[in-house]
């Protein structure tokens, strides 16, 4: 988790994932073995799992096995 990175305290982010400079995840957002690049959001209350997001977009809802 980059240092920079704007992670809700009611989030929860999993081993295994990787959270770059600049990304915000909202309240309740679950964060499980994925990967955000710089720059990307997660919304609140969305799940990722095995997801990457790239940098300028926002993932919302459910993901798996997702490229966003």
Not at 6 to 30: E, F, K, M
Not at 31 to 44: C, H, K, R, Y
């Amino acid at each position: 988790i980059h240092p920079d990175a704007d992670i809700h305290p009611a989030a929860h982010v999993c081993p295994l994932s990787s959270i770059g400079r600049a990304c915000t995840v909202g309240a309740g957002a679950r964060i499980d073995n994925s990967i955000l690049w710089p720059g990307s959001q997660v919304a609140a209350k969305a799940s990722l799992r095995n997801t990457i997001v790239r940098s300028g977009q926002k993932a919302t809802g459910t993901l798996i096995d997702a490229d966003v």
